[in-house]
């Protein structure tokens, strides 16, 4: 049975090369342009070596090579990198899984190497394969390469260090890449995030949401998270989105931002001013209830204080107004008493004298 072969490689010539030499050893092969077109192919062509090369768009080689390890169905998989950095960087790639790495060359001496690796490999004699990089003595560096890969570097570290998680995604919606910040926000790994829809990431409850956003996102930049609630694992979350375009395809970063504690300090006060108003409200109703029953009070009551002017012969009152009022009526106006009119025994003696209207005592 013939050995399959996944060649994935965004350069053609180099991908008709190696399928032209591995087709007349007697290898099945398949090709990929880069390391999600590479995710996607392993569903439908499942291959006992993969050839990878390690700067490629949408998923690079050591990524890639780290998703395939990470998934164990995968293990036995023979993983080489074909590469033409090597020259200029070195690369570690026993560290990110791969079994050997063979440099990119004049086409000749790369057939020769690659079929030295796959010698050792069908005969299961691999310990060599992993101490050096094949081809690497006939590379002489390149100054815009090194170059180009310190920039890449120092953005790498700049990207993996950053508090806000930090994705990319191609025009479908999938993730081509993302920084550790996101995979922490996220809780999940990155053999998980990377190639996956990125509305599927969220709970079903946002994924229309999102699902919309990206559907219409045209280049430019929206938000959202501060008016609609975006949140996962009990963390609210703004997400920005930023289109672009380059080489005629659509590119969307993502900007991932923990603003829980802020969310929550605008939950209190919302809060503590719904209570305050409410206590306020309450106050009012009581300070109201108060009022009216103070207000009936003082209608039920009139008192009668202070110095009040009265005649000492007539025992008439003279008012606030200057005029003098008899004492009864006086009374009457100022409070709620009523007067019933008689005659006192004493009075009645005085002014009936010739009448014998009491009795002695």
Not at 126 to 149: M, P
Not at 238 to 250: A, E, I, N, R, Y
Not at 311 to 333: P, S
């Amino acid at each position: 049975m013939k050995k399959k072969v996944l060649i994935v490689d965004n350069n053609r010539m180099m991908v008709r090369l190696l399928s032209a030499f591995l087709q007349q050893e007697g290898y099945t092969i398949a090709s990929a342009e880069d390391g999600l077109a590479a995710l996607d192919q392993l569903e439908s062509f499942r291959p006992d070596v993969m050839l990878v090369d390690l700067i490629m768009p949408q998923i690079n080689g050591e990524k890639l090579c780290r998703i395939i390890r990470r998934i164990p169905e995968y293990d036995s998989l023979f993983l080489v990198i074909i590469s033409a950095i090597a020259a200029e960087e070195k690369i570690d790639f026993l560290s990110f899984g791969a079994n050997a790495c063979i440099a990119k060359g004049p086409a000749r001496i790369m057939y020769a190497h690659l079929a030295q690796v796959l010698e050792h490999w069908e005969n299961k004699d691999t310990d060599l394969l992993g101490r050096k990089i094949f081809g690497e003595e006939n590379l002489f560096e390149r100054a815009i390469t090194k170059e180009l890969l310190a920039t890449k570097k120092h953005l790498e570290v700049t990207l993996n260090n950053i508090d806000e998680g930090l994705l990319e995604l191609n025009a479908e919606g999938q993730v081509i890449f993302a920084n550790p910040a996101a995979y922490r926000l996220l809780e999940l790994p990155e053999e998980r995030v990377l190639s996956a829809f990125f509305p599927d990431l969220f709970a079903e409850q946002f994924r229309p949401l999102i699902s919309g956003l990206l559907v219409g996102q045209a280049e430019g930049r929206v938000e959202i998270g501060e008016d609609v609630p975006v949140i996962m694992h009990d963390r609210y979350l703004l997400l920005k989105f930023v289109s672009f375009f380059d080489q005629g395809q659509m590119f969307i970063i993502v900007m991932m931002q923990n603003i829980t504690r802020r969310k929550l300090a605008e939950l209190d006060l919302m809060n503590h001013k719904a209570n305050l108003e409410e206590m306020v409200q309450d106050r009012t109703a009581a300070l109201e209830e108060v009022n009216v029953e103070l207000e009936e009070a003082l209608c039920k009551v009139k008192t009668l204080s202070g110095l009040l002017p009265i005649c000492a012969a007539c025992k008439k009152i003279r008012d606030d107004k200057g005029y003098w009022n008899q004492i009864e009526l006086f009374i009457r106006d100022h409070s709620f008493a009523e007067f019933s009119h008689g005659i006192c025994p004493d009075c009645a003696r005085k002014l009936y004298p010739d009448l014998d209207l009491f009795d002695e005592e």
